[in-house]
């Protein structure tokens, strides 16, 4: 396996997710920001604008004293109010409407006019309004058009005989490229959000790196200890195991893991060996009744008319011994492969143990003796009795005695030594 092969790629990786997740937020934030900067300066600039104006109709009609005669107004006044609004601010609109709103007179030019008529709502509301600024009404350039204006009524307040209505701002900016190019508080302000941005994008980038920082080290770890087949322990280095936080407990926990993980590895390679040493060794067991088997049995066949009857009775005897001894090994075999299996059923029961290997010595008496081999035990009498399963101790200690009594030379003796268990009671 190749080292790191199935490390996610840049763009799939965490941080990678995590900080387009940053920038995106951090540019959404910042577009709903401006938005309302500059919606909350357009509206700063008309309270402004319409504040500092606001007496400005009722001072045009007192300077120029434009009054009702004989029906209409006085052309001179008209013409000298909109000549000063020329001179004084070129850039507001001043026009004279009659008692129901109808434009009778405006100083703008005459194609540029949409409207013939101004509602009289945000008039009277801007005559009776106190600080609520700013208030906007019809802007008669734009059929669908709103600006602050600067209102005055002629003649009697309570029955006014039409209307001064000045248009503050005609040339108001109504894009917000035009606003930012003409104002430098909020270009001002513009770059002070688009600082912000950038240095909260990398701050936060930052600080992204350095909490995957940690994640990166366990994955190089993970990805390691996969690559070694789960047998060599990663750095502790690479564990993040001193922090109390959720990555600190995912690097104990990983550590846990992989360390168990190892020591198991280590187990079955260990059983792994033991198991292929006792394959080999049974191979070897079995294979020597068998060809002696073999052997004597050809002999007999092939000799069948010249051997006598004690040599054939011979032969068939020792190719006997071999088949038990062949025998014996499968059933050790199947025996084993029984205890290695997890159904496995313990049929325990109390059983006094001096007993049981006086009856195991003395199968064995007889095979000692005719290999010259001593067999003695030390048996106390006092020993407690033991709860287990009584056929498999038997099977124990005859595998015990039967290698003791196969690989002891001639002339040897053979020990066997019960002692009770001081600790647990035991034997």
Do not use: C
């Amino acid at each position: 396996m190749p080292k790191h092969a199935d490390r996610p790629a840049l763009l799939n990786s965490l941080y990678a997710r995590l900080a387009l997740g940053l920038v995106a937020l951090v540019i959404l934030l910042g577009a709903v920001n401006l938005t309302i900067m500059l919606h909350a300066g357009r509206l700063y600039q008309q309270e402004l604008n319409q504040q500092l104006n606001r007496t400005l109709a009722a001072n045009l009609i007192a300077e120029n004293k434009l009054q009702v005669e004989d029906g209409g107004f006085d052309p001179a006044a008209l013409e000298s109010i909109f000549h000063t609004y020329m001179v004084v601010n070129p850039a507001i609109e001043v026009y004279l409407l009659n008692a129901d709103g109808h434009i009778l007179a405006f100083s703008a030019p005459a194609e540029k006019v949409k409207r013939d008529h101004v509602d009289l709502v945000p008039l009277r509301t801007f005559l009776q309004a106190g600080d609520h600024l700013p208030i906007v009404g019809d802007d008669p350039r734009d059929s669908a058009g709103r600006k602050v204006f600067s209102a005055a009524p002629i003649g009697p307040a309570d029955r006014p005989q039409g209307y001064l209505y000045v248009v503050l701002a005609g040339e108001q900016l109504d894009s917000a490229a035009a606003m930012l190019h003409d104002s430098y508080i909020l270009r001002a302000a513009l770059y002070v959000v688009v600082g912000a941005a950038l240095f909260g994008v990398l701050a936060g980038l930052w600080l992204l790196f350095r909490i995957t920082r940690r994640l990166r080290r366990l994955d190089r770890a993970m990805s390691a200890f996969v690559a070694d087949d789960f047998i060599r322990l990663p750095p502790l280095a690479e564990f993040d195991t001193n922090s109390q936080d959720e990555l600190g407990r995912l690097g104990r926990t990983f550590k846990s893991m992989a360390e168990h993980i190892a020591s198991q590895m280590g187990t079955l390679k260990q059983a792994d060996a033991l198991r292929r040493e006792l394959v080999a060794n049974v191979s070897h067991d079995l294979r020597t009744p068998i060809a002696s088997s073999q052997g004597y049995l050809e002999t007999l066949l092939m000799k069948a008319d010249t051997l006598s009857a004690d040599e054939r009775n011979q032969y068939l005897h020792i190719a006997m011994r071999h088949s038990e001894r062949l025998g014996t090994l499968i059933a050790a075999l199947l025996e084993l492969a029984k205890l290695e299996s997890e159904h496995a059923q313990l049929h325990r029961e109390a059983f006094a143990p001096g007993e049981l290997v006086q009856d195991v010595v003395f199968k064995y008496q007889l095979p000692a003796r005719e290999a010259d081999i001593h067999i003695e035990t030390d048996i106390p009498s006092d020993l407690p009795f033991v709860d287990a399963d009584i056929a498999m101790i038997e099977r124990v200690l005859e595998n015990l005695l039967d290698n003791a009594v196969r690989h002891t030379p001639r002339g040897g003796s053979v020990k066997v030594t019960l002692a009770a268990d001081g600790g647990g009671g035991g034997v």
